[in-house]
């Protein structure tokens, strides 16, 4: 009767520590990438190369039943209708899947606000959240605050969260207003998101400190909400005042509302960048369909997922998290020049 070969067993950590020669224990510190200051660099370099060698992979199924682990987080993120979000859940699922993680996409149906439980129970089915400030709500309604939270584009020293991941923008703000200074406008106009959120709090804070008080220089404030009409309709009644006053520059909190303001200049006669200067947030791909194209800030919407995923693979493995801000950077395009004589 014929007979099959047996297949060869599968090895073990105890064969890895073996060919090593090390403990058990140090070969599961490396491998679990929890060995910096416990294991020599050489060791853990050898104990990788014998794991290699042997074609050793961790029983992740087994040593998940044993910490408790589903392997799988949560980001909370506003309507997905902005392209920024969508790079953001890139970014984060990205870096999650090479590390075995699932990443559930949890768009809050209004952009804002509470939403129902898509959980029976979020502690069983998550390991951890990861919520943008602007889906904040949406932590209440699942229970979130129970489990590891890393809060995208929140106020650290306030939003109930384990850790915070943030873009720079402070600097983002500081290169706009230097870059429209340096072309010699002094009369700003800022088209402001109507949205209770800190992210568009803190660029008001920011362009307001860098602005007001400077000689020579005047900043208003027209509010709109996220969307070109409302916008173009607040630039409009902005606008509408004598031209020796008006603003000959325009900084709007993010593209779509950039969109807004050049559309309602091309209705007042206004032509862009000679009239008024207009500049955005975000660097969608709206800000190079515009003509002329759009001076903006470009955010690293990939980057900022993947930092904000990787925040809370450290707070899972008891480390302590990058929260670093992420740079950003302006770049100058067609829809900014010198204000007219």
């Given at each position: 009767m014929p007979t099959g070969s047996t297949p060869a067993p599968r090895p073990t950590s105890k064969d890895v520590a073996r060919a090593a020669g090390v403990s058990q224990a140090a070969v599961s510190l490396v491998l679990g990438d929890k060995w910096r200051g416990r294991v020599a660099e050489a060791t853990a370099g050898r104990i990788r190369r014998a794991a290699a060698d042997l074609g050793y992979r961790p029983n992740l199924a087994a040593r998940d039943l044993r910490l408790g682990r589903t392997r799988t987080a949560l980001l909370v993120v506003p309507a997905l209708t902005n392209e920024f979000f969508a790079g953001v859940y890139t970014g984060a699922a990205r870096l999650a899947a090479r590390h075995g993680f699932g990443l559930v996409?949890?768009?809050?149906?209004?952009?804002?606000?509470?939403?129902?439980?898509?959980?029976?129970?979020?502690?069983?089915?998550?390991?951890?959240?990861?919520?943008?400030?602007?889906?904040?709500?949406?932590?209440?309604?699942?229970?979130?605050?129970?489990?590891?939270?890393?809060?995208?584009?929140?106020?650290?020293?306030?939003?109930?969260?384990?850790?915070?991941?943030?873009?720079?923008?402070?600097?983002?703000?500081?290169?706009?207003?230097?870059?429209?200074?340096?072309?010699?406008?002094?009369?700003?106009?800022?088209?402001?998101?109507?949205?209770?959120?800190?992210?568009?709090?803190?660029?008001?804070?920011?362009?307001?400190g860098l602005l007001r008080g400077r000689p020579g220089t005047t900043l208003a404030t027209a509010r709109a909400a996220l969307s070109v009409e409302a916008a173009r309709a607040a630039t409009e009644q902005a606008l509408g005042g004598p031209a020796g006053h008006r603003p000959t520059a325009i900084v709007c909190d993010d593209d779509i509302m950039a969109a807004g303001a050049c559309k309602a200049?091309?209705?007042?006669?206004?032509?862009?960048?000679?009239?008024?200067?207009?500049?955005?947030?975000?660097?969608?791909?709206?800000?190079?369909?515009?003509?002329?194209?759009?001076?903006?800030?470009?955010?690293?919407?990939?980057?900022?997922?993947?930092?904000?995923?990787?925040?809370?693979?450290s707070l899972l493995d008891g480390a302590v998290p990058d929260t670093t801000p992420l740079p950003v950077a302006l770049v100058a395009r067609g829809s900014t020049a010198p204000p007219a004589a």
């Open positions: 996409l949890y768009p809050s149906p209004e952009g804002t606000g509470p939403a129902r439980d898509p959980f029976p129970s979020a502690r069983a089915a998550l390991d951890g959240v990861i919520a943008s400030s602007m889906a904040a709500d949406v932590l209440g309604a699942i229970h979130g605050d129970a489990l590891p939270v890393v809060m995208l584009d929140s106020d650290p020293d306030t939003v109930p969260a384990t850790a915070t991941v943030n873009l720079d923008l402070d600097d983002g703000m500081r290169q706009v207003a230097g870059h429209l200074l340096g072309l010699g406008h002094r009369r700003f106009l800022h088209l402001a998101a109507d949205v209770d959120s800190w992210t568009f709090r803190r660029r008001a804070v920011a362009l307001d200049a091309r209705r007042l006669g206004l032509a862009v960048p000679h009239d008024l200067s207009v500049t955005g947030f975000d660097d969608l791909t709206l800000a190079t369909a515009l003509d002329p194209e759009l001076t903006t800030v470009t955010l690293p919407a990939e980057d900022f997922g993947a930092r904000g995923m990787a925040a809370l693979l």
